[in-house]
């Protein structure tokens, strides 16, 4: 890698790409937090099942899988071990499980829910509102014309797009131009700005024609391929940017430890996961009973938190005097965008005002906060 301090190419990388200190001032050219698909602190590189009871998940930092039916496709970082496009270590992939029918009002793609903060230039739903280009290397083991869509928070206003894969198992760069919208409400707050979806399988009522602004909620472009049609198919993205202007510029690479405070605006994973206990933090005994676990967010959150747990009441432990086991996983007490204390319950034998720590029994366990949108 070179750099030029006083030139016009600020950064040349390895795969030929450069970028500039006009086309990336500050870091802020993409909207896309994890195009390049490096940070999956929920899974670790491991293969995620859509569940039975929801109808979004999220994978890989900052991507949902949304589905209108269970175990159509499984989703993980790396899926399949293929070599990525040069420039990139990672990608998101989809691999198909059945092949499945899509009804008119059935819906399967991977999305994310730009905030409003990060739009607010954009001006969409006034006159002024700019152009953007959305790009991205893709691949999949089927060819044809695949879909997509951007979207506004309250569904109201879509923008299905088209792109092409003419060879299958080959990585492909795509560039799509897509005009501001000047109607509709477009959140600039900390709410969703912009949908991005691709569409993986996207039936009838939820596809629309691609190239024009429309007052429905399309997630697809009508007539695209649908990935969870074919049983084992595949489809892998990484490189995503989406920007201003008409033309797509070379991908914006950031740091890792950048990109993950990105991340942690909307997902914090607490996890040790190096030995057979995990330390989440030292707390307070407030009571017999009770141990109170104060965390200090590294990044503010989006909105404050709520808090998911793993495994049982026996994955959960403190430690003041003695290790005591936990009668109940762990729940949050408070919080704000900065900060929030969860509550470590046993069955007694705790002495108030002392020093505690709270930990995992063992490494699966772990405590998720999410502001996702």
């Not at 909207?31 to 979004?56: C, E, F, K, W």
């Amino acid at each position: 890698m070179s750099v030029t301090l006083n030139g016009s190419n600020g950064i040349t990388f390895n795969d030929g790409s450069s970028q500039t200190a006009a086309a990336s001032p500050l870091g802020l050219k993409n909207r896309i937090i994890n195009g390049a698909m490096v940070i999956d602190q929920r899974n670790a590189g491991a293969s995620v099942s859509t569940p039975s009871l929801t109808y979004s998940v999220y994978t890989l930092d900052r991507w949902a899988y949304e589905f209108s039916q269970a175990a159509k496709a499984t989703i993980q970082q790396n899926a399949g071990s293929v070599t990525p496009p040069t420039g990139f270590s990672n990608y998101l992939g989809i691999t198909s499980t059945s092949a499945y029918s899509v009804t008119s009002g059935d819906y399967f793609g991977v999305a994310q829910r730009v905030e409003g903060f990060n739009i607010a230039d954009l001006a969409w739903g006034t006159a002024n509102a700019q152009t953007i280009t959305l790009s991205f290397q893709v691949r999949s083991s089927l060819t044809g014309t695949f879909g997509g869509s951007l979207r506004n928070s309250g569904n109201g206003r879509s923008y299905p797009f088209t792109y092409t894969i003419s060879s299958a198992n080959t990585w492909t760069t795509i560039s799509i131009t897509i005009p501001g919208d000047t109607s509709g409400t477009w959140l600039t707050n900390n709410g969703t700005g912009i949908t991005l979806n691709f569409g993986l399988g996207v039936g009838s009522t939820a596809s629309g024609t691609a190239g024009s602004w429309s007052s429905s909620n399309f997630n697809s472009a009508t007539g695209a391929v649908s990935v969870v049609g074919t049983n084992g198919a595949t489809w892998y993205i990484t490189g995503v940017q989406l920007e201003i202007g008409t033309s797509a510029t070379p991908f914006e690479r950031r740091l890792y430890n950048q990109e993950l405070a990105n991340c942690q605006r909307y997902a914090l994973m607490i996890k040790n996961g190096t030995t057979s206990i995990d330390r989440f933090g030292l707390g307070s005994t407030v009571s017999s009973t009770t141990v109170q676990l104060l965390i200090q967010h590294p990044v503010a959150f989006r909105a404050a938190p709520t808090l998911t747990t793993t495994g049982t009441a026996a994955d959960y432990q403190v430690y003041a005097t003695a290790v005591t086991a936990c009668n109940a996983a762990p729940t949050l007490g408070e919080g704000s965008q900065f900060n929030s204390r969860y509550n470590f319950v046993t069955a007694g034998g705790l002495t108030g005002g002392q020093v505690a720590q709270c930990s995992g029994a063992n490494t699966n366990a772990y405590l998720l906060l999410s502001a996702e949108l």
